[in-house]
């Protein structure tokens, strides 16, 4: 033993540096096996499936990953557990060190309690999240208290739907350019991705709305539109099937030359947009709204100012809530015209019901749709079965989940038992797809039956875009736009999913795996959801095209 000990100590004095890797690694394992201890203990006892002393949860995720598509979305995980294991509506998941301990909820009561009876903060890991894709922790999905608020009161004038019908003929026009790109795949019978037509038709809507800019993503490149989309691309996804994909340091490189990019070119559309309306079309956007608040009110400090009259701390937090916009104002609407099309062109019935409702609202003459709409966009509010379908669209498909942080004095109450539950050190997960699939909240929850929502039956469990002070500012824009591209669209075309085609699609260029291996359904749907950025459809959905004929 002593002469073991010798050997090291002589070692040690020889070369410092070893001696300094091996104090170092000693610590790393102590301090791994201290936080080992600590999160296997902590769900000791709390409801959720068998956990192991060693491992933890982690068995329960590998099996479950044998059974699903790789890369399917983790939103859908809660619900494959709940049902396999016979656990409550609520549980805990422990898969340390790979993520944090997850508290899984598919209960609407105890989501009220977290997002609106109580709206706890966004948990570290949006944040962390937030500040890759953005490169701000000031943004308003991830801000908290006061600054949260603050930034929220500046944009929500933007947004009122009041406002947001002077930008219908905007809406419109891009949605037609998206039309002429359509009618094309349809003249050449190709397969092509109906994600990224429709990411880039979102992106060139959501950038007018917001900047009073024309960014024309859609029929020609454009610097903002495309670090957008390699941004969504490269943000490490915190897959349970790609844990890896954090540490890639490439994808840092890739991010930060995207970040540099929106920053500069968002830059110059402030500079060049100044507070005397010189530089503006007649109607108000998002942007101005902010502009002339400023914060409350205060016009910008002169002694910090910009050249162009914003000031320069101010701007730099405009930027990146701007960003933020965007990235989630083109994400949800992409999604959900996808999957829209894509439902409806398996449900002939319900296909029928809304463009019977099209033709009696904007009568029967194709080329007068539009200008219908730009003059009177009131006659969106009269597609009951059109909104019926968004709705069940998003049911099925919500683009993602709140992710709220537990506190110390915070606990939930089981709303069956009265029982309440700890919350501290845990990542709240109100689980959209959980809750949107459950058969005590949604009767055959798999099938695609719009007609839930034609009553005015409320859905407490209905949370695509979450509830409370925290809900989407901008999902009344969402459901907006998809009115206006599904009136202009399901009329002219016939679309459906082309999965049998996927192989034609390799080596386009995109950021597709084109993976057709192994098992490529979730709940009977090849067309399932898989993380990029938000949720989006498997493979950018390959789809083809043609002129529907009357």
Not at 10 to 32: E, M, Q
Not at 71 to 96: M, N, S, V
Not at 172 to 201: P, W
Request: hydrophobic letters at 40%.
């Amino acid at each position: 033993m002593s002469r073991s000990a010798d050997s090291v100590a002589g070692v040690a004095t020889a070369n410092p540096v070893i001696a300094a890797i091996v104090v170092l690694s000693a610590g790393l394992i102590v301090r791994f096996a201290i936080n080992l201890h600590f999160y296997r203990t902590l769900v000791r006892g709390l409801p959720g499936p068998p956990h192991h002393p060693l491992w933890g949860h982690l068995p329960v995720i590998v099996d479950l990953l044998k059974t699903l598509p790789l890369r399917t979305h983790p939103q859908c995980y809660a619900r494959f557990i709940q049902e396999k294991y016979g656990l409550g509506d609520f549980f805990y998941l422990d898969a340390w060190p790979f993520s944090y301990v997850l508290l899984m909820i598919v209960d609407p009561d105890i989501t009220y309690q977290i997002t609106v009876k109580s709206s706890l903060p966004k948990h570290k890991a949006v944040k962390d999240f937030m500040k890759l894709l953005v490169d701000s922790h000031v943004n308003l999905v991830s801000s908290d208290g006061i600054e949260w608020s603050t930034w929220r009161r500046s944009f929500n004038p933007g947004f009122s739907v009041s406002h947001l019908m002077t930008h219908i003929p905007g809406i419109v026009e891009d949605s037609l350019v998206f039309c002429d790109i359509l009618h094309e795949h349809a003249r050449k019978g190709d397969v092509f991705r109906l994600e990224e037509a429709a990411t880039r038709l979102t992106i060139d809507i959501i950038a007018r709305v917001i900047l009073d800019t024309r960014l024309n993503s859609q029929t020609s490149d454009n610097e903002l539109a495309n670090a957008i989309q390699s941004q969504v691309q490269w943000i490490p996804q915190g897959s349970p099937s790609a844990p890896w994909d954090a540490y890639n340091p490439w994808a840092l490189v890739v991010l930060w030359w995207n970040t540099r990019k929106m920053t500069n070119y968002l830059s110059k559309v402030l500079d060049q947009r100044d507070t005397t309306g010189a530089n503006r079309s007649k109607r108000k956007h998002v942007i101005d709204f902010v502009l002339e608040t400023s914060l409350g009110g205060k016009r910008p400090n002169t002694s910090t100012t910009t050249a162009k009259g914003i000031d320069s701390t101010f701007k730099k937090h405009v930027i990146s809530q701007v960003k933020t916009l965007l990235f989630a104002g083109h994400d949800t609407v992409s999604g959900t015209i996808c999957y829209a099309l894509h439902l409806l062109s398996k449900d002939a019935e319900w296909l029928a019901k809304v463009r019977k409702e099209h033709d009696q609202v904007f009568g029967p003459d194709l080329d007068n749709a539009p200008q219908l709409i730009k003059s009177n966009g009131h006659l969106l509010q009269k597609l009951e079965y059109t909104l019926a379908v968004i709705k069940e669209v998003l049911r099925l498909y919500p683009p993602a989940s709140s992710v709220r942080a537990g506190e110390k004095n915070f606990f939930i109450r089981d709303p069956k038992t009265g029982t309440c539950w700890p919350t501290e050190h845990c990542m709240l997960l109100p689980v959209d797809v959980g809750l949107h699939r459950h058969p005590s909240h949604f009767p055959d929850p798999h099938a695609f039956r719009p007609d839930r929502f034609l009553s005015k039956e409320s859905h407490p469990a209905y949370v695509p875009f979450s509830k409370g002070p925290r809900t989407c500012i901008g999902q009344e824009l969402a459901v907006i736009e998809v009115k206006i591209i599904l009136v202009l669209v399901l009329r002219r075309f016939d679309i459906r999913a082309a999965y049998e085609d996927l192989a034609l699609l390799k080596g386009d260029g995109s950021c597709w795996p084109n993976d057709t291996g192994g098992i490529q359904e979730v709940w009977g749907e090849e067309a399932y959801q898989v993380m990029q950025g938000s949720a989006k459809p498997r493979e950018g959905m390959p789809a083809r095209v043609s002129l529907r004929t009357r």
